[in-house]
């Protein structure tokens, strides 16, 4: 079924469990995602981001994700994630995302406040969630990579000014994590997350999951983490399961196809469970 951010993250923050987002560019990470959820009767958030436009563009994403949410017997919310531009975030709620994530972190912080505001003055208007970000979470590498990450960490006091004037569904934060694949393991702020949980009562988010521990995983989601985001893992899981088949003497795309699904279900249904939001369907 086709929900909203809320209906699958609320009850995670009661719960205290993570529901996992995970990027979906084509049909068959779509099917990973949503089928995996199923089996493990999960709630779950799939969509795209705004910097994987160039791979699938939105309304092809749109033309598969949506159709399959509303199919499935568990609640699937379709987010447009790292929604950079207005136009972009407002063609994904056309199209009929019902979440988006308005990242304004690079801005200063009053526009910040200012452009996510009015975002979700028309989402909210329309039944649709938004997450946002405050501070800054970068990339492990290339143009995005921060020279001094923690010179962009949520400020725990600004993180409630910020979320009381934005009327935000959820808060992404920056606590040590970053996308992409890390070089070292990560040092997540733990304090600083159960700080920021405190002091708002909205669920918070964890940008740049792919690589961190299990024990990292668990103890975030124990100080207030509700939301996971996934891809890297889901993207090399892919791969690798298209190798292991071509090894085993695959020949054609359908022969691919199956050993690339199942690859990818097995990091999504480890992610589940690690998460602990299997059987959390409603």
């Known amino acids: 079924m086709l929900v909203n951010m809320n209906d699958v993250l609320l009850p995670a923050k009661k719960g205290k469990y993570?529901?996992?987002?995970?990027?979906?560019?084509?049909?068959?990470?779509?099917?990973?995602?949503?089928?995996?959820?199923?089996?493990?009767?999960?709630?779950?958030?799939?969509?795209?981001?705004?910097?994987?436009?160039?791979?699938?563009?939105l309304d092809k994403v749109a033309d598969y994700l949506i159709p399959m949410a509303k199919a499935a017997s568990v609640p699937v919310c379709v987010h447009y994630d790292h929604g950079l531009t207005f136009e972009k975030c407002m063609e994904a709620l056309k199209l009929g995302f019902t979440s988006i994530m308005y990242d304004c972190s690079t801005d200063t912080y009053e526009n910040n406040i200012a452009r996510v505001e009015e975002m979700v003055r028309i989402c909210h208007a329309?039944?649709?969630?938004?997450?946002?970000?405050?501070?800054?979470?970068?990339d492990n590498e290339g143009a995005g990579k921060l020279a001094n990450p923690s010179d962009y960490f949520t400020d725990p006091n600004v993180a409630y000014d910020y979320v009381?004037?934005?009327?935000?569904?959820?808060?992404?934060?920056?606590?040590?994590?970053?996308h992409g694949d890390y070089?070292?393991?990560?040092?997540?702020d733990f304090g600083r997350i159960e700080t920021i949980a405190g002091k708002c009562s909205l669920p918070l988010v964890l940008h740049g999951g792919s690589g961190l521990s299990d024990s990292d995983f668990r103890t975030a989601v124990q100080k207030?983490?509700?939301?996971?985001?996934?891809?890297?893992?889901?993207?090399k899981a892919g791969k690798a399961g298209i190798e292991k088949a071509l090894a085993a003497?695959?020949?054609?795309?359908?022969?691919?196809?199956?050993?690339?699904?199942?690859?990818?279900?097995?990091?999504?249904?480890?992610?589940?469970?690690?998460?602990?939001?299997?059987g959390k369907a409603v």
């Not at 009381?164 to 970053?178: K, P, Q």
């Not at 983490?225 to 889901?234: A, E, R, S, V, Y």
């Open 183 to 188: 070089k070292f393991p990560p040092r997540l």
């Open 164 to 178: 009381s004037r934005t009327h935000v569904d959820s808060l992404a934060v920056a606590v040590g994590n970053a």
């Open 249 to 278: 003497g695959a020949g054609k795309v359908t022969e691919l196809i199956p050993a690339e699904i199942e690859a990818m279900k097995e990091t999504v249904r480890n992610k589940i469970l690690l998460f602990g939001s299997d």
């Open 18 to 57: 993570g529901v996992g987002f995970f990027n979906a560019v084509n049909v068959e990470m779509a099917r990973a995602v949503i089928e995996t959820a199923e089996e493990l009767h999960a709630p779950v958030m799939i969509g795209t981001a705004e910097v994987l436009l160039p791979t699938m563009s």
């Open 126 to 138: 329309m039944g649709v969630t938004v997450e946002a970000e405050l501070g800054h979470v970068g």
């Open 224 to 235: 207030g983490i509700c939301k996971i985001n996934i891809f890297t893992d889901l993207d």
